[in-house]
C-alpha cells in the first residue's frame, strides 16, 4: 500500500485502459515530442560539417553551403519516403514493419537493431549536448556535466512515465520557444549582413586557421564526402513520427502526415539559416563554444536574446532525448511482440506508456553518458550510423512496395502480410525518389563505417549484428515454450502423474513449520518431515518439541538425517532427489517449504536465507513442485 501511494505521487494515479485514445496527441503537442530530436539536431549539424572540413583550414569552411543544402536535399528525400510510410503504414512501427512486409524478416531485424541503437544514442548525445550549451554559457559548469546529463536523463525518464500527453505539455514550450529564438536570430542575422533596414552590418570573423594537411584527388572527395555524412546528423529522428502514428489522435495517418510536413520545413528552415550566415561569418568551430552560440554571439552582441537561445538551446538539446523515449519503448513492443524482445516490454504501465522500455532506455543511455563523460563529440561517431542503415532499410522497403503498387489498375487493391494497398497515381516517380534515397543514405553509412570505424563506430558496426543474434536467440525460445506447453495431439496418458508425497523440509518446530505441516495434510496423506541435524543436541532438542504435538504430528513420519557439515542444503537436496527418482519416478514430488516473512522487507536480511536457497536448488529438476507456506511476523526494527 505504501508503494503504491509513493508510486503514485510521483508518476500520478493510474488511468483506465478506456482513456487511452484521450491520451494521444494533437498535432502541437505531437511536434514537440516527435520532431524535438530532428529540430535540436540544427544545434550541430552545421558545426559537424565544419569540424571536419577546418583540417584544411578556415578557407575550407566555405563549403559548408553547399554541403549544408546538399544534406537539406538528402533530408526532404527521407521525409518525402517518411510520409508515404506513414500513409501506407498507419499501425506504425516505421523501418521496421515496411521492412517485415516488402523485404523480409532478417532485413526488419537489422533495421530494428539500427534503430534502438540510434534511440539509445538520441538521449546519450542529446543529454550531453545539452550540456555542452549549458557549461558554453557558464563554463563553471564543466565539471559537472556528467552529473547534469545523468539529472536530466532523470527528469526526461520521470515526466515520460507520467504519460504522453504530460510530456508533450511539457516540452512544448522549450521546443517552440528554441525555434523561435533561432529564427529570429537568423532574421537579424539575414537583416545585418546584408545591411538591410540601415542596420549596422556584423564583422566577419577575422582568425585564420592554417590548413593541417593538404589534399588532392580521390583524397579530397573522401574529405567532402565525410563533411556530407557528418552534416546527416541533422537527418537523426526523422523516422520518429512514422514509428509513433499510433500516439497521434484521429485520423492518425493524416495527424501524423501533417506533423511530418511541418517538422521537415521547420527544421530545414534552420538548418539552412545557421549554415548560410556561419559561412558568410567565417565562424570557425571551437571546442569551447559551438557554432551556434557563437552565431547568435555576432548576431545578437551578447544580449537578452543570446542568452534566451542558448538556455533553449540546452533545454531541446536535453528533451531531445524525448524522441528516444517516444520510439525506443514503442518500437520494443513491436519486436516483443513478434516475439523477438522479452514480452513484459510490450506491456504498459499505469499511465498507458510503455514504463519497461522507458526504464531499460534510460538505465543503458546513462552508462553510456558516464562511459563517454558527457562527450557528445566522441559520442556522434556511433550515432549516425544507426539511423542511416535503417533509412536505407526503410526505403528499399517503399521502393518494393510502390513496385507492387505500379502493377495496380485504377480501382484495385490488393493485400500485403501488413497493410492494404490500391492504385495511386504517379508511383513511378515516387519509387524512383525512394530508390535515389535509399542510394544516397546507403553511400552515407558505408562512408560512416569507413571513416569513423576507429573512431568508435566499430562498436555500433558490431552491436547491430550482436542485437540481431540475441533477437533470433529470443524469438527461438518462445517457440520452444511454445511448443513445450502446446496441446495440440496430447491424451490422458501423457499427463504427468502427481505423487503422493509431500517433504516438509524444518530445522525447529515452530508456528511456521507447524502451518506447513498443516497444510501439508491438507494435500496429501502421505507427509515426510525433513531435518538435517548437525549435532546429537539439535536432534534432542528437535524430538523434545516434536513430541509435545501428538495430535499434529500423528501420523506423519519425521525423518531426521545426521551430518557433519554446516550447510545443509546439500543433504536436503539429495534426500529429495533419491525420493522423486527411487520411490516416485517419472512423478511430480511436492516439497512444502515454510518461510518467515517480516513486516518490514528489510527485515528478512536478519534472517537465514535457507529457504530462498533451496528454491533456487529445486528449481533445476522437472519433477519437483515448490509450494511455499509464508509466515507473517510483525517486524521492529
Known amino acids: 500500500m505504501i508503494r503504491s501511494k509513493v508510486k503514485n505521487f510521483f508518476i500520478g494515479d493510474p488511468f483506465p485502459t478506456s482513456r487511452e485514445i484521450h491520451e494521444r496527441l494533437d498535432k502541437v503537442r505531437a511536434l514537440a515530442v516527435f ?3 530532428p529540430i535540436s539536431s540544427n544545434a550541430y549539424a552545421t558545426e559537424a560539417i ?37 500513409l501506407h503504414y498507419p499501425d506504425g512501427g516505421g523501418a521496421y514493419t515496411v521492412a517485415k512486409d516488402n523485404l523480409g524478416t532478417f532485413a526488419s531485424l ?4 539500427a534503430l534502438l541503437t540510434d534511440y539509445i544514442l538520441t538521449v546519450s548525445v542529446s543529454v550531453s549536448a545539452g550540456v555542452r550549451a549549458v557549461t558554453s554559457a557558464l563554463p563553471a559548469a564543466f565539471e559537472y556535466r556528467v552529473a547534469i546529463a545523468l539529472a536530466a536523463i532523470f527528469f526526461i525518464t520521470w515526466i515520460n512515465l507520467r504519460g504522453v500527453r504530460e510530456s508533450g505539455t511539457v516540452f512544448a514550450i522549450p521546443t517552440y520557444a528554441f525555434v523561435g529564438g533561432v529564427l529570429v536570430v537568423i532574421v537579424i542575422g539575414l537583416i545585418r549582413c546584408f545591411g ?19 589534399m588532392a584527388g580521390f583524397a579530397y572527395l573522401w574529405l567532402l564526402l565525410r563533411a556530407f555524412s557528418g552534416g546527416c546528423t541533422a537527418l537523426t529522428g526523422i523516422e520518429a513520427i512514422s514509428n509513433g502514428v499510433q500516439a497521434f489522435k484521429p485520423p492518425e495517418s493524416k495527424n501524423a502526415a501533417t506533423t511530418m510536413i511541418v517538422m521537415g520545413g521547420m527544421a530545414m528552415s534552420l538548418f539552412v539559416g545557421i549554415t548560410f550566415l556561419s559561412t558568410h561569418l567565417q565562424l570557425i568551430p571551437d571546442e569551447a563554444e559551438s557554432i551556434l552560440s557563437q552565431l547568435a554571439r555576432q548576431a545578437t552582441n551578447g544580449g537578452f536574446l543570446y542568452y534566451w537561445v542558448q538556455f533553449f538551446t540546452a533545454m531541446i538539446l536535453f528533451l531531445a532525448a524525448n524522441t528516444g523515449y517516444q520510439d525506443f519503448p514503442r518500437l520494443s513492443s513491436f519486436l516483443a511482440r513478434d516475439n523477438f524482445l522479452p514480452r513484459w516490454l510490450q506491456n504498459r504501465g499505469d499511465r498507458l506508456v510503455y514504463s519497461s522500455g522507458i526504464v531499460v532506455l534510460a ?10 563523460q558527457a562527450n557528445e563529440i566522441a559520442m556522434l561517431p556511433l550515432y549516425a550510423l544507426g539511423v542511416m542503415l535503417s533509412f536505407s532499410i526503410s526505403q528499399t ?8 503498387i505500379r502493377h495496380l489498375k485504377p480501382g484495385e487493391t490488393t493485400q500485403t502480410k501488413v497493410t492494404k494497398i490500391h492504385y495511386e497515381r504517379n508511383v513511378k516517380w515516387k519509387q524512383a525518389l525512394n530508390a535515389i534515397g535509399a542510394f544516397a543514405t546507403f553511400i552515407v553509412f558505408i562512408i560512416l563505417v569507413s571513416t569513423k570505424f576507429l573512431e568508435g563506430a566499430w562498436v555500433v558496426a558490431v552491436l547491430i549484428p550482436v542485437l540481431v543474434t540475441a533477437f533470433y536467440a529470443i524469438q527461438r525460445h518462445y517457440d520452444l515454450v511454445s511448443t513445450a506447453l502446446s496441446t495440440r495431439g496430447m491424451t490422458a496418458d501423457d499427463i504427468t502423474e502427481v505423487a503422493d508425497v509431500v517433504v516438509v523440509p524444518i530445522a525447529d518446530v515452530h508456528q511456521g513449520t507447524i502451518l506447513a505441516i498443516e497444510y501439508a495434510k491438507r494435500i496429501s496423506s502421505d507427509v515426510r518431515v525433513l531435518s538435517i541435524t548437525t549435532s546429537p543436541e539439535i536432534e534432542e532438542r528437535l524430538l523434545r518439541r516434536w513430541n509435545r504435538f501428538p495430535n499434529i504430528t500423528e501420523d506423519i513420519r519425521l525423518i531426521t538425517v545426521e551430518y557433519d557439515y554446516r550447510d545443509i542444503i546439500n543433504p536436503l537436496v539429495q534426500y529429495i532427489e533419491k525420493l522423486n527418482k527411487e520411490e516416485f519416478p517419472d512423478q511430480l514430488t511436492t516439497v512444502v517449504v515454510p518461510e518467515f516473512m517480516p513486516e518490514l522487507h528489510i527485515a528478512s536480511l536478519l534472517h537465514n536465507q535457507t529457504a530462498n536457497r533451496l528454491r533456487w536448488r529445486l528449481k533445476e529438476h522437472k519433477d519437483i513442485v515448490i509450494i511455499d507456506v509464508p509466515f507473517h511476523i510483525d517486524s521492529q526494527l
Open 363 to 372: 538505465l543503458v543511455s546513462s552508462l553510456i553518458v558516464i562511459i563517454f
Open 110 to 113: 537489422l533495421a530494428a537493431a
Open 196 to 214: 538591410i533596414f540601415g542596420a549596422s552590418q556584423i564583422a566577419s570573423v577575422e582568425e585564420q586557421i592554417a590548413a593541417t594537411t593538404s
Open 397 to 404: 522497403g517503399m521502393f518494393r512496395l510502390m513496385g507492387r
Open 50 to 86: 565544419m569540424s571536419v572540413l577546418i583540417v584544411l583550414g578556415s578557407g575550407a569552411l566555405s563549403l559548408t553551403l553547399p554541403i549544408g543544402l546538399a544534406v537539406a536535399g538528402l533530408v526532404l528525400l527521407v521525409i518525402f519516403s517518411y510520409i508515404q510510410t506513414i
Open 35 to 37: 520532431a524535438s530530436d
